[in-house]
């Protein structure tokens, strides 16, 4: 799992995330900006019960856009070949 970074959306502020499984899943919008780095934070800590793999939190938009591109990519290309 790969966290973005809590960002100012319309009505307040959030942080998306993005899984091999489900793609980009948009976040929660917050009204209060320690809202959002809070449940980020909580996101962060939690037990890996759905994630196998490690969670990567990038702390900036370019960091993130790097990161899913390239797991996106590596996604597409495993899906192509156990076809």
């Not at 929660?28 to 900006?33: K, L, T």
């Not at 590596?74 to 156990?82: E, P, Y």
Request: overall charge positive.
């Amino acid at each position: 799992m790969i966290l973005g970074p809590v960002l100012i959306r319309e009505g307040g502020y959030a942080f998306d995330a993005w899984t091999a499984e489900n793609r980009l899943r948009r976040g929660y919008v917050y009204r209060r900006i320690e809202d959002a780095y809070y449940a980020r934070k909580a996101e962060l800590r939690r037990p890996g019960e759905s994630h196998a793999r490690p969670i990567v939190a990038c702390n900036a938009v370019d960091e993130f856009t790097r990161a899913t591109t390239v797991l996106e990519a590596t996604a597409r290309l495993g899906s192509r070949q156990a076809a």
